[in-house]
């Protein structure tokens, strides 16, 4: 949660993608940890609101993107 704080005051994203194994492991419990924190801020108040979210492809996100990185590739 403190993490995704400091991107959101860093960079203003419009939404963080949260996944990796340990959020697939256990995100009903780390996800509404998360969010609280985000939402807790005081600085954010007044901002838009940055969605924070599960990774829909979770562990298969590094897999996909080199596969899409190596298939950009020159030969």
Do not use: F
């Amino acid at each position: 949660g403190e993490a995704c704080k400091t991107l959101i005051h860093i960079l203003d994203p419009e939404i963080i993608i949260i996944g990796g194994g340990v959020t697939e492991a256990c995100a009903d419990y780390v996800m509404p940890l998360i969010k609280r924190t985000v939402n807790n801020d005081m600085l954010l108040k007044n901002t838009p609101k940055c969605r924070v979210v599960k990774s829909k492809l979770m562990d298969n996100a590094v897999l996909l993107g080199a596969v899409g990185a190596a298939a950009k590739m020159d030969r």
